[in-house]
Protein backbone atom coordinates (compact mmCIF):
# COMPACT_ATOMS: atom_id res chain seq x y z
CA UNK A 1 0.00 0.00 0.00
CA UNK A 2 1.31 3.44 -0.74
CA UNK A 3 2.21 5.88 2.22
CA UNK A 4 0.41 9.07 3.02
CA UNK A 5 1.63 11.96 4.59
CA UNK A 6 -0.13 14.41 7.03
CA UNK A 7 0.63 17.13 8.67
CA UNK A 8 0.44 16.51 12.38
CA UNK A 9 -1.78 19.20 13.70
CA UNK A 10 -4.36 21.92 12.39
CA UNK A 11 -6.28 24.57 13.72
CA UNK A 12 -9.44 25.51 12.01
CA UNK A 13 -12.27 28.57 13.58
CA UNK A 14 -15.59 27.34 14.36
CA UNK A 15 -18.04 27.92 11.46
CA UNK A 16 -15.34 27.93 8.64
CA UNK A 17 -13.99 25.71 6.17
CA UNK A 18 -11.39 22.86 7.30
CA UNK A 19 -9.11 21.83 4.75
CA UNK A 20 -7.07 18.64 5.23
CA UNK A 21 -4.06 17.96 3.05
CA UNK A 22 -2.51 14.66 2.39
CA UNK A 23 -0.03 14.30 0.34
CA UNK A 24 0.25 10.24 -1.21
CA UNK A 25 2.94 10.37 -4.58
CA UNK A 26 3.29 6.44 -4.75
CA UNK A 27 -0.56 5.92 -5.24
CA UNK A 28 -0.90 2.93 -7.63
CA UNK A 29 -3.97 2.95 -10.27
CA UNK A 30 -6.32 0.75 -8.53
CA UNK A 31 -5.97 2.08 -5.18
CA UNK A 32 -8.84 4.42 -4.04
CA UNK A 33 -8.27 7.37 -1.15
CA UNK A 34 -10.03 6.60 1.85
CA UNK A 35 -10.67 8.93 4.89
CA UNK A 36 -11.67 8.47 8.05
CA UNK A 37 -11.56 10.16 11.64
CA UNK A 38 -11.41 9.06 15.64
CA UNK A 39 -13.10 11.65 18.15
CA UNK A 40 -11.70 11.31 21.69
CA UNK A 41 -12.49 8.05 23.37
CA UNK A 42 -14.08 6.58 20.05
CA UNK A 43 -13.64 4.17 17.65
CA UNK A 44 -12.45 5.41 13.88
CA UNK A 45 -15.34 6.53 11.60
CA UNK A 46 -15.03 6.29 7.83
CA UNK A 47 -16.05 9.90 6.37
CA UNK A 48 -15.64 9.55 2.41
CA UNK A 49 -13.38 8.32 -0.62
CA UNK A 50 -12.47 8.63 -3.96
CA UNK A 51 -10.55 7.51 -6.82
CA UNK A 52 -9.58 10.14 -8.97
CA UNK A 53 -13.33 12.35 -9.45
CA UNK A 54 -14.02 14.50 -6.42
CA UNK A 55 -16.70 13.12 -3.86
CA UNK A 56 -18.81 15.04 -1.58
CA UNK A 57 -21.09 13.74 0.59
CA UNK A 58 -23.23 14.93 3.86
CA UNK A 59 -20.15 14.57 5.80
CA UNK A 60 -17.69 16.25 3.64
CA UNK A 61 -16.02 16.55 -0.15
CA UNK A 62 -13.19 15.18 -1.27
CA UNK A 63 -10.84 17.21 -3.83
CA UNK A 64 -7.74 14.89 -5.37
CA UNK A 65 -5.04 16.65 -8.08
CA UNK A 66 -5.36 15.22 -11.17
CA UNK A 67 -2.44 13.47 -11.04
CA UNK A 68 -3.81 11.94 -8.03
CA UNK A 69 -0.01 12.73 -6.05
CA UNK A 70 -2.61 14.33 -3.27
CA UNK A 71 -5.95 15.17 -2.06
CA UNK A 72 -8.33 17.38 0.16
CA UNK A 73 -10.63 16.92 2.77
CA UNK A 74 -12.58 19.71 3.05
CA UNK A 75 -15.20 20.07 6.42
CA UNK A 76 -17.57 22.98 5.03
CA UNK A 77 -18.98 24.20 8.26
CA UNK A 78 -16.21 22.86 10.82
CA UNK A 79 -18.19 22.73 14.48
CA UNK A 80 -16.43 21.84 17.87
CA UNK A 81 -17.70 17.97 17.44
CA UNK A 82 -15.40 17.97 14.12
CA UNK A 83 -12.43 18.14 16.38
CA UNK A 84 -10.62 14.98 16.16
CA UNK A 85 -7.38 13.04 14.38
CA UNK A 86 -8.49 13.00 10.70
CA UNK A 87 -6.26 9.88 8.74
CA UNK A 88 -5.64 9.91 5.09
CA UNK A 89 -5.30 5.87 3.78
CA UNK A 90 -4.39 4.58 0.26
CA UNK A 91 -5.52 1.45 -0.68
CA UNK A 92 -7.42 -0.90 -2.90
CA UNK A 93 -10.68 -2.31 -2.38
CA UNK A 94 -10.18 -5.52 -3.80
CA UNK A 95 -8.41 -8.35 -2.50
CA UNK A 96 -10.95 -8.39 0.50
CA UNK A 97 -9.65 -8.71 4.29
CA UNK A 98 -5.93 -9.41 3.45
CA UNK A 99 -6.24 -5.88 1.45
CA UNK A 100 -5.69 -4.22 5.08
CA UNK A 101 -6.45 -0.22 6.23
CA UNK A 102 -3.07 1.37 7.12
CA UNK A 103 -3.59 3.87 9.84
CA UNK A 104 -0.98 6.50 10.41
CA UNK A 105 -0.81 9.34 12.61
CA UNK A 106 -3.21 11.42 11.11
CA UNK A 107 -3.69 14.74 11.69
CA UNK A 108 -5.17 16.22 14.96
CA UNK A 109 -7.44 19.09 13.58
CA UNK A 110 -8.98 21.59 16.67
CA UNK A 111 -11.35 23.38 16.07
CA UNK A 112 -11.68 27.06 17.75
CA UNK A 113 -14.58 28.79 19.31
CA UNK B 1 -27.45 1.18 11.19
CA UNK B 2 -24.03 -1.25 11.25
CA UNK B 3 -23.40 -1.76 14.84
CA UNK B 4 -20.12 -3.05 16.41
CA UNK B 5 -19.84 -3.79 20.13
CA UNK B 6 -17.32 -4.72 22.52
CA UNK B 7 -17.45 -6.14 25.96
CA UNK B 8 -16.40 -3.42 27.95
CA UNK B 9 -15.04 0.12 27.48
CA UNK B 10 -12.79 -0.03 30.14
CA UNK B 11 -10.32 -3.45 31.61
CA UNK B 12 -7.90 -3.95 34.32
CA UNK B 13 -5.86 -6.94 34.64
CA UNK B 14 -2.47 -8.28 36.24
CA UNK B 15 0.12 -9.68 34.86
CA UNK B 16 -0.09 -13.20 33.78
CA UNK B 17 -3.78 -13.16 33.82
CA UNK B 18 -5.54 -14.85 30.36
CA UNK B 19 -7.75 -11.74 29.19
CA UNK B 20 -10.65 -12.26 26.71
CA UNK B 21 -11.51 -9.50 24.48
CA UNK B 22 -14.73 -9.93 22.54
CA UNK B 23 -16.32 -8.06 19.77
CA UNK B 24 -19.81 -8.85 18.06
CA UNK B 25 -21.26 -6.97 14.68
CA UNK B 26 -24.34 -7.30 13.86
CA UNK B 27 -24.54 -6.66 9.91
CA UNK B 28 -23.95 -10.43 8.80
CA UNK B 29 -20.30 -9.27 7.95
CA UNK B 30 -17.43 -11.35 6.61
CA UNK B 31 -14.15 -9.61 7.64
CA UNK B 32 -13.52 -8.98 11.12
CA UNK B 33 -10.28 -7.40 12.64
CA UNK B 34 -8.37 -6.79 15.87
CA UNK B 35 -6.40 -3.31 16.01
CA UNK B 36 -4.47 -1.78 19.47
CA UNK B 37 -3.52 1.74 19.28
CA UNK B 38 -1.09 3.33 21.05
CA UNK B 39 0.30 7.38 21.16
CA UNK B 40 3.04 8.02 18.32
CA UNK B 41 1.87 4.51 16.74
CA UNK B 42 -1.26 5.16 14.96
CA UNK B 43 -3.42 1.68 14.77
CA UNK B 44 -1.36 -1.28 14.45
CA UNK B 45 -3.42 -4.96 13.21
CA UNK B 46 -3.01 -7.72 15.04
CA UNK B 47 -5.50 -10.02 13.63
CA UNK B 48 -8.14 -10.29 11.34
CA UNK B 49 -10.52 -13.09 9.72
CA UNK B 50 -12.39 -13.43 6.49
CA UNK B 51 -14.35 -16.34 7.83
CA UNK B 52 -15.79 -18.25 10.32
CA UNK B 53 -12.72 -20.14 12.49
CA UNK B 54 -10.38 -18.48 9.58
CA UNK B 55 -7.79 -16.15 10.66
CA UNK B 56 -4.51 -14.58 9.86
CA UNK B 57 -1.99 -12.28 11.45
CA UNK B 58 -1.77 -9.04 11.02
CA UNK B 59 1.56 -6.76 11.88
CA UNK B 60 1.85 -7.50 15.68
CA UNK B 61 0.44 -10.94 16.59
CA UNK B 62 2.89 -12.03 18.99
CA UNK B 63 1.57 -12.55 22.40
CA UNK B 64 -2.05 -12.79 21.35
CA UNK B 65 -4.29 -14.95 19.47
CA UNK B 66 -7.79 -15.03 18.55
CA UNK B 67 -11.21 -17.05 18.02
CA UNK B 68 -13.93 -17.04 15.72
CA UNK B 69 -16.38 -19.64 16.12
CA UNK B 70 -19.21 -17.67 14.97
CA UNK B 71 -19.70 -14.85 11.93
CA UNK B 72 -20.98 -12.27 14.66
CA UNK B 73 -18.51 -12.81 17.10
CA UNK B 74 -14.98 -12.57 16.72
CA UNK B 75 -12.33 -12.74 20.06
CA UNK B 76 -8.94 -11.88 21.19
CA UNK B 77 -6.86 -13.66 23.49
CA UNK B 78 -4.15 -12.82 25.59
CA UNK B 79 -2.69 -15.36 26.66
CA UNK B 80 -0.21 -14.40 29.50
CA UNK B 81 -1.15 -10.44 29.99
CA UNK B 82 2.28 -8.28 30.00
CA UNK B 83 2.58 -4.47 30.60
CA UNK B 84 3.16 -3.90 27.06
CA UNK B 85 -0.40 -4.98 26.02
CA UNK B 86 -1.64 -2.17 28.18
CA UNK B 87 -3.25 -0.19 24.78
CA UNK B 88 -6.32 0.81 23.48
CA UNK B 89 -8.01 -2.29 21.42
CA UNK B 90 -10.46 -1.24 18.84
CA UNK B 91 -12.60 -4.30 16.60
CA UNK B 92 -13.70 -3.93 13.20
CA UNK B 93 -16.30 -5.66 10.48
CA UNK B 94 -16.21 -5.08 6.77
CA UNK B 95 -18.31 -7.12 4.29
CA UNK B 96 -16.22 -8.96 1.58
CA UNK B 97 -18.10 -8.10 -0.95
CA UNK B 98 -16.19 -7.10 -3.74
CA UNK B 99 -15.17 -3.06 -3.83
CA UNK B 100 -15.83 -3.02 -0.11
CA UNK B 101 -14.50 0.48 1.41
CA UNK B 102 -16.06 0.55 5.03
CA UNK B 103 -14.43 -0.73 7.88
CA UNK B 104 -16.47 -0.31 10.95
CA UNK B 105 -15.08 0.25 13.78
CA UNK B 106 -16.13 -0.08 17.73
CA UNK B 107 -15.73 1.58 20.23
CA UNK B 108 -12.76 0.12 21.58
CA UNK B 109 -11.31 -1.23 24.63
CA UNK B 110 -8.62 0.53 27.26
CA UNK B 111 -7.10 -2.56 28.66
CA UNK B 112 -4.40 -1.83 31.17
CA UNK B 113 -2.12 -4.41 32.75
CA UNK B 114 -0.71 -4.07 36.19
Known amino acids: DAKTTQPPSMDCAEGRAANLPCNHS???????VYWYRQIHSQGPQYIIHGLKNNETNEMASLIITEDRKSSTLILPHATLRDTAVYYC??????????????FGTGTLLAVQP | DVKVTQSSRYLVKRTGEKVFLECVQDMDHENMFWYRQDPGLGLRLIYFSYDVKMKEKGDIPEGYSVSREKKERFSLILESASTNQTSMYLC?????????????FGPGTRLTVT
Open chain 1, 89 to 102: IVRSPYGGATNKLI
Open chain 2, 92 to 104: ASSPESAGAHEQY
Open chain 1, 26 to 32: TISGNEY
